[in-house]
């Protein structure tokens, strides 16, 4: 009886360390990096990204912490198919995001496929099994598959298409102003496709940026310890917009329209 009550004691001091040890922390289901290492990280694993906006003052955001990314069935699903970036919009880095991808509600997820190309927004408080149901769809959708090789870092930035959503290191400072008034600025303006801190990978920007470009001159320009790729040459406010559209529409490039 005195070793049976022994064994029952050892269990229990050990089971719950044997739990832990299987289980994972939610705090160590957030990707460490930028966005641009994000997606990068999510090419060459083969999965989904996930953006969660959130905010230390909004109520539900901290309710979504404490209950859906707490749930040991959706960290593991998480864990196994997706890169996930916890966004905090009063940071640097969380506010560049939110500019950049409209984020208008918290808490706000996005999801997005290994190219960038957004798959679904959800724009309010989300449980655990709704979440990890509407993952799983898009999973299956997406066809993922960890077996699928993917180019190299270096060859990443070589086609057109693969400059989408990922591609900018460099997004503008919420302190400076993204809007341009066309009113009373000088008749010329650039699009600010992106920015690196290798010259190298500014030249393979330039170079998929000439190949969907005809009328305009694509540049690169060393600007504060940055190598920014420009589009040159746009006469007016209007033209810029309407460029600025096109480029995000049909070939899933964002910019920023700057004055030259």
């Not at 049976?4 to 299987?22: G, K, N």
């Not at 905010?55 to 209950?67: F, G, L, V, Y």
């Not at 996930?84 to 496929?113: S, W």
């Not at 008034?181 to 290798?198: E, I, T, V």
Request: aromatic content about 8%; proline content about 4%.
């Amino acid at each position: 009886m005195k070793r049976f009550i022994v064994c029952l004691l050892t269990i229990c001091i050990i089971w719950p360390q044997v739990i832990s040890a299987h289980s994972i922390n939610p705090e160590d289901l957030y990707f460490n990096g930028t966005f641009h290492q994000a997606v990068l990280r999510a090419q060459q694993d083969d999965k989904l990204l996930l953006l969660e906006f959130s905010a230390d003052w909004c109520m539900p955001c901290e309710w979504m912490k404490k209950n859906t990314f707490t749930d040991s069935k959706l960290l593991e699903y998480l864990k196994d198919n997706a890169i996930v970036l916890d966004l905090n919009i009063d940071e640097f880095h969380g506010f560049e995001l939110k500019q950049q991808f409209d984020v208008r509600f918290l808490p706000t997820i996005i999801l997005l496929n290994s190219k960038g190309d957004i798959l679904q927004r959800i724009e309010h408080s989300i449980g655990a099994d709704q979440l990890k149901s509407d993952i799983e769809a898009l999973v299956t959708q997406q066809n993922i598959s960890l077996e699928n090789k993917i180019l190299p870092k270096e060859d990443i930035i070589t086609e057109p298409i693969l400059t989408a959503n990922f591609i900018q290191e460099n997004i503008q400072s919420p302190k400076s102003n993204t809007n341009v008034n066309p009113q009373n600025d000088p008749p010329s303006y650039l699009l600010q496709c992106g920015a690196f801190s290798d010259k190298i990978n500014a030249i393979k920007l330039k170079d998929s940026v000439e190949s969907i470009i005809e009328d305009n001159l694509v540049i690169v320009r060393l600007v504060e310890r940055k190598y920014k790729v420009f589009i040159s040459g746009i006469e007016d406010f209007d033209t810029a917009q309407s460029l600025q559209s096109q480029l995000k529409s049909t070939h899933k490039l964002p910019t920023l329209i700057r004055k030259e």
